[in-house]
């Protein structure tokens, strides 16, 4: 029965409750009255529950999609400015007992090479990254018990917190790895990371339970209900996402819509952030055997959807996509974007050798972090390293308070441009740095708070001076 307290996977993501909305949905998709209401609600900008936003999403009248991207473009601007997020996945291990079939890490692939990364490896691949300017990753690895254990990955980001290389330094480790126990999450908050990540891949059950026919992962419920015991082992930020393609993405949409009800009403904080991946090829990995793909104008539907929906929670999308892609999105809800990637055990260090590949999947946006930057600065936006909230206990309940109450233009607003302006000093090319001085100074007029603008103006110029003991 569904239940959205309830602490089952099969009562909070309870399929009957989906296929119901799904006909919900479809019953009221040209109901110009009920889509009326529903927008009208949306534009209190507090978001939407799932039947509402799957009624938004069968519709597909023209004008009320050109009313949506809209409005999901305004409720971006509200909430997250024109700031984008930079950060870079770190893949530590390809070793994996799963047997998931989109996933070329699957066990029984044995084109692939298998590479876990030694403290020192981790090392080298940390001071190319930093080397980039990046401030902000995102750790990876298979399942392995044995050869990726917890203490492999505590040790990992141990090593990685402690990597002071010229200004360089992560300020913030997200960590993508499999379900594992509350204990295993306690230490996982003990070690200070930022979001725990953990796509759902599919909310369908049934297809779950096919598409993940072997090892650990093939435990619906135990991955279902992982983020509650992430947040019972005291980890205060949790990122969902679906890997869109496997599956219809109106049922995902309602799914994701629900884990994120679900966590509100049990932890009183939704997810802090929600990526949207789309199945990739890959070795020995064909997209097509899915029968889920989506198109691009879908997708910028679901990615406004999801802005309008939950307003308070991030939108992260990585070099899966294509910059083109990338471009269209940004503005319907995106507030964060990988730059820089690469998705092989070792990529950063080492030259990519295709005949010995260890690659996740094929990464569709190949430019350097520069170019990305400069890209994001023509575009209007700023690229912001800033990874204070975190280390100043915005994190969980009170970063959605912030959030809500606005407040951000004050707070995250001086500190994007002041890790901008890091970047630029450190590692920006000539052009991307006379674009990017242009920008912060045009920027610092949108503080609202005087104090605050000042105060940011001093800053500025002590980060020119080279004073780098700051950590935002
Ligand atoms: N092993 C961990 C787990 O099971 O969650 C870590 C995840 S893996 C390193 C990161 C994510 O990449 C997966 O959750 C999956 O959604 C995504 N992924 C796997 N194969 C992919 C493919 N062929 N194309 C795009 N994304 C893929």
């Not at 070793?95 to 590479?115: A, T």
């Not at 109106?250 to 997810?271: D, Q, S, T």
Request: proline share 3%; charged share 30%; net charge negative.
């Amino acid at each position: 029965m569904y239940d959205k307290t309830s602490m089952r996977a099969d009562d909070f993501i309870n399929h009957e409750e989906i296929t119901d909305t799904l006909a919900y949905a479809d019953a009221h998709r040209e109901d110009r009255v009920l889509i009326r209401e529903i927008i009208e609600k949306a534009k209190e900008r507090k978001g939407l529950d799932h039947r509402e936003a799957s009624v938004l999403l069968a519709c597909e009248d023209k004008e009320i999609e050109s009313e949506l991207f809209h409005l999901a473009e305004e409720i971006k601007q509200d909430y997250y400015g024109n700031r984008i997020v930079l950060f870079a996945p770190l893949y530590l291990s390809n070793y994996c007992i799963n047997g998931c079939l989109y996933c070329p890490y699957h066990g029984k692939n044995k084109n692939i090479r298998r590479v876990k990364l030694t403290q020192e490896q981790i090392r080298e691949e940390v001071i190319a990254l930093q080397d980039m300017g990046h401030k902000r990753l995102a750790i990876e690895a298979g399942e392995h018990p044995e050869m990726n254990p917890i203490e492999y990955i505590l040790e990992s980001i141990d090593t990685i917190y402690n990597i002071h290389h010229k200004n360089g330094s992560i300020r913030r480790i997200n960590v993508n790895i499999a379900a594992t126990t509350v204990e295993n999450y306690r230490k996982l908050k003990e070690a200070e990371i930022g979001t725990y990540i953990l796509f759902q891949e599919t909310y369908h059950k049934q297809s779950y339970l096919s598409l993940h026919p072997t090892g650990p992962k093939h435990d619906y419920d135990y991955h279902t209900e992982a983020m509650d015991r992430a947040m019972e082992g005291g980890i205060d930020d949790v990122g969902l996402g679906v890997l869109y393609g496997l599956e219809l993405y109106r049922y995902e949409f309602a799914g994701v819509l629900m884990h994120a009800e679900h966590l509100e009403a049990v932890h009183g904080v939704g997810p802090h952030t929600i990526s949207v991946p789309r199945v990739k090829p890959a070795d020995d990995i064909d997209p097509e055997e899915f029968n889920g793909g989506i198109s691009d104008e879908t997708f910028a539907k679901l990615c406004a959807l999801i802005r309008i929906a939950v307003p308070y929670t991030g939108m992260i999308i990585s070099t899966r996509e294509s910059q083109k892609v990338r471009e269209m999105v940004l503005p319907l809800g995106v507030s964060q974007i990988s730059g820089g990637s690469r998705t092989s055990v070792g990529g950063y260090a080492e030259e990519e050798r295709p005949e010995e590949n260890s690659a996740q999947f094929d990464v569709s946006d190949r430019r350097t972090l520069d170019e990305v930057v400069n890209w994001l600065m023509r575009l209007g936006y700023i690229p912001s390293f800033c990874t204070a909230c975190y280390r100043a206990g915005r994190v969980g309940d009170r970063f959605m308070e912030l959030c809500k109450s606005m407040q951000i233009l004050n707070c995250c607003h001086p500190n994007a441009l002041l890790t901008l302006q890091e970047y630029l000093e450190d590692y920006a090319s000539e052009d991307t740095r006379r674009i990017g001085r242009d920008m912060i100074q045009k920027e610092l007029g949108v503080i609202p708070n005087e104090k605050v603008r000042k105060k940011t103006v001093d800053y500025l110029k002590a980060i020119t001076n080279g004073e780098r003991d700051f950590r935002f």
